[in-house]
């Protein structure tokens, strides 16, 4: 790919959302220069709005004026585009055995620990805690079954599925903070844990992951958003 090619390059996200985060992750990966452009979902942007008229989410990438839009779709388009280390499988059962995951991950344990966040009873949190830890149980038996004993979803190195779960970790700290939940713990999820830990101390994590506690800053304005609108 051609330097000018690079230049044109452009990602639309915010600084706390897990699926901008995944793109970053990718770009980061790839060792990809781009512009990068935060925006304000409470007021979005005419770019953010024409980039991605469907969903009008974040992230979406712009690459020579076209719009690619959903982290998981950004992440094979990085992946597939870029020179580098492969972010999906190269065996086609692998990388098909990656993308059920990727997209259960977005389906089930998404939704599941968004509900702990936003529930507004202990009742109604405790039930999207159990949810949230089932799920994670299926993937902490994936990462058994799929790992063979390596460091990484992705075997010895970081790989499409652990972008997909890392950039959950800030928000999880996030929960422990806010509601004293262990989301991924040695007690319920041990090969996670340690996982997670690994992650944690990545290149790409470091240069891109914020901290838990910007994460907790955002959730506070999300609620007070929605307590505004409620009055």
Same mark, same amino acid.
């Given at each position: 790919? %051609?330097?000018? +090619?690079?230049?044109s390059?452009?990602?639309l996200g915010?600084?706390v959302?897990p699926?901008?985060? !995944?793109a970053r992750m990718a $770009?980061?990966?790839k060792?990809?220069?781009?512009?990068y452009?935060?925006e &304000?979902?409470?007021h @979005?942007s005419?770019?953010?709005l024409?980039?991605? *008229?469907?969903?009008?989410k974040v #992230?979406v990438?712009?690459?020579?004026?076209r *719009?690619?839009?959903?982290?998981?779709?950004? =992440?094979?388009?990085v992946? +597939?585009?870029f020179?580098? #280390?492969n972010?999906? *499988?190269? &065996? #086609?059962y692998?990388r098909a055995?990656?993308r059920f995951?990727a997209?259960?991950i &977005?389906?089930?344990?998404f *939704?599941?620990w968004v %509900?702990?966040?936003?529930?507004?009873?202990?009742e109604? !949190?405790g039930?999207?805690l @159990?949810?949230?830890?089932?799920?994670?149980?299926?993937l902490?038996?994936a990462?058994? +079954?799929?790992?063979k004993?390596k460091?990484f979803?992705g075997?010895?190195? =970081?790989g499409?599925?652990d972008?997909? $779960? %890392?950039c959950f970790? #800030?928000w999880?700290g996030a929960l422990r903070?806010m509601?004293g939940?262990? =989301?991924i713990?040695?007690a319920?999820t041990?090969?996670?844990?340690?996982?997670? +830990?690994?992650? %944690?101390?990545t290149?790409?994590?470091?240069?891109?992951l914020p901290?838990p506690?910007e994460?907790v800053?955002?959730a506070?304005?999300?609620?007070a958003? !929605?307590?505004s609108?409620?009055?």
């Amino acid at each position: 790919m %051609g330097a000018g +090619e690079e230049e044109s390059l452009r990602l639309l996200g915010l600084h706390v959302s897990p699926f901008a985060l !995944r793109a970053r992750m990718a $770009l980061a990966f790839k060792g990809v220069s781009y512009e990068y452009i935060e925006e &304000d979902l409470f007021h @979005k942007s005419e770019l953010l709005l024409s980039s991605n *008229p469907v969903h009008k989410k974040v #992230p979406v990438l712009i690459h020579n004026g076209r *719009p690619v839009c959903e982290s998981l779709v950004i =992440v094979q388009y990085v992946d +597939e585009l870029f020179a580098g #280390p492969n972010i999906l *499988p190269a &065996d #086609p059962y692998e990388r098909a055995i990656a993308r059920f995951w990727a997209a259960y991950i &977005d389906d089930k344990l998404f *939704p599941a620990w968004v %509900g702990v966040m936003r529930a507004t009873t202990e009742e109604d !949190r405790g039930e999207k805690l @159990k949810e949230t830890y089932a799920a994670l149980q299926n993937l902490e038996k994936a990462f058994s +079954e799929s790992g063979k004993g390596k460091a990484f979803f992705g075997g010895d190195s =970081v790989g499409y599925l652990d972008l997909a $779960l %890392g950039c959950f970790l #800030p928000w999880f700290g996030a929960l422990r903070m806010m509601f004293g939940v262990e =989301v991924i713990g040695a007690a319920n999820t041990p090969l996670l844990a340690a996982w997670a +830990e690994r992650f %944690g101390e990545t290149t790409v994590a470091k240069e891109v992951l914020p901290e838990p506690g910007e994460a907790v800053a955002y959730a506070k304005k999300l609620q007070a958003h !929605r307590a505004s609108l409620n009055k």
